[in-house]
């Protein structure tokens, strides 16, 4: 069969090359791809934009794609998993009705408010003065949310007033995230530490996928601005057997009833972006519609069962009878960047390697691409260094030996990737 993977970016890189190695897949598209992808066995890319929905369309008709795999927000939202349906092609990923889980987080806090979730209280502002009233009234620390998609950028964790109010001007006077930052959530500073929670759906069931964890800010100590991901790992040691059993049965279970309850029953992946209270109680920050990036590429170095399979279970319905394995070793990615993300930042830089990949380690590409056979930088998140490891510190030290070995004007990475899990590890042991 004839796979087609939507977007360009780490996660996509990593579906291709998983869904590569299904035994039922003879080629794998990708839509647009990067140098990654281009460079992949079995894989080709294709120029046709992951936003360009009567473009993909045609692509998977005259290729005779059998499934196709959404990668990033953006299309799910503008409808691609509708426009799939209504022309008889298979495609993963949750309607537009379904994907307002990620496209607007007012919509998704009213949501979990009315199915008794557990998430920070909140307030849903539109003007500058009821921003100031809402601070003035709940107090700081807060977090400030734009409603719409910002690329993972549209939050902002405030450690006093004056940050806040400034966080709101800029959103709502400023426009400083365009449409998507008309309407505001704050809500409340929730304390714990957070991991991500992703499932494959079939509009009933759920199938979790393997624990995971990323790093959200630009600098170590989790410092700075937010991104959408400097790096990640798998397993999260936060999510223990009864946190995750809570999970499922708190959060995930309710949203599919949810869900389907308003006529949108959710296919696809579904990922919850939760805070693990110091009480082991989890509280829904953010819900995904897809699957995570950098989380995903920690997450394909793991899986040991097919992937592809468990889509088309899916899509079935049939997720009940369906089961993924893990390997045992944990897995870990580190996000190489260019010099000023989540800023501004150059392209074009000429990106050398000196054997990054070995057995157990894969560098997925993000923001690439090949200028005259040359691979060059083409975005802020570049790559994403990934190993395996028997122990989450052994993940790490190969994880960071490889990065070591990638160089180009300007490439910046964090060097504290997968710090809480190693640092829990070190005191158990």
């Known amino acids: 069969m004839k796979v087609l993977i939507v977007g360009g970016g780490g996660r996509e890189h990593a579906l291709a090359w998983c869904a590569a190695k299904s035994k039922r897949v003879s080629e794998v598209l990708v ?10 066995p079995g894989v080709r ?27 990033p927000e953006a299309p799910l939202v503008a409808g691609v998993r509708d426009a799939f349906d209504a022309n008889g092609l298979a495609c993963f990923g949750p309607s537009a009705q379904a994907a307002a889980l990620e496209g607007s987080k007012s919509f998704t806090k009213e949501f979990l408010r009315s199915q008794g979730i557990p998430t920070a209280d909140f307030s849903i502002v539109e003007t500058v003065e009821e921003g100031r009233a809402v601070i003035a009234q709940r107090g700081v620390p807060l977090v400030v949310k734009a409603d719409g998609l910002a690329a993972g950028k549209g939050v902002t964790i405030c450690g006093d007033e004056d940050s806040a109010e400034q966080a709101v001007i800029e959103a709502l006077q400023d426009l400083k995230f365009g449409e998507a930052g008309r309407q505001l959530v704050i809500e409340e500073f929730l304390d714990g ?13 759920a199938l979790p996928l393997a624990t995971s964890q990323d790093h959200k800010a630009r600098f170590d100590g989790d410092q700075g601005p937010n991104t959408g991901g400097m790096g990640a790992y798998s397993p999260a040691p936060v999510v223990t057997r009864a946190v995750h059993d809570r999970i499922m049965h708190e959060v995930i279970n309710p949203t599919l009833a949810g869900m389907a309850a308003r006529g949108a029953p959710y296919q696809g992946f579904l990922y919850a972006g939760l805070m693990i209270t110091p009480q082991g109680a989890p509280k829904v920050i953010e819900f995904n519609v897809r699957l995570g990036d950098p989380e995903a590429q920690p997450l394909v170095m793991r899986l040991q069962g097919d992937l592809i399979e468990a889509c088309l279970a899916a899509l079935d319905g049939k997720l009940d009878r369906f089961t993924l394995a893990w390997d045992e070793r944990h897995a870990l990615g580190v996000v190489m960047v260019s010099d000023g993300y989540p800023g501004s930042y150059a392209k074009g830089e000429r990106i050398t390697m000196q054997d990054a990949e070995a057995q157990d380690v894969k560098v997925f590409h993000a923001g690439t691409s090949l200028k005259q056979g040359v691979l060059v930088t083409n975005g802020g998140r570049v790559l994403c260094v990934t190993a395996l490891g028997d122990t989450i510190a052994s993940a790490q030290a190969r994880a960071y030996e490889s990065a070591q070995r990638i160089d180009w004007p300007g ?4 060097m504290d990737i997968g710090h809480r899990a190693v640092a829990r590890d070190s005191a158990i042991n």
């Open 411 to 414: 490439a910046r990475y964090r």
């Open 45 to 71: 890319n294709v120029q046709v934009r992951d936003d360009d929905i009567a473009g993909l369309l045609d692509l998977a008709a005259r290729e005779a794609v059998n499934l196709t795999i959404v990668g």
């Open 193 to 205: 530490e957070e991991a991500s929670f992703i499932c494959l759906c079939d509009g009933q069931t």
């Open 31 to 40: 839509a647009p791809g990067n140098a990654g992808t281009h460079l992949e």
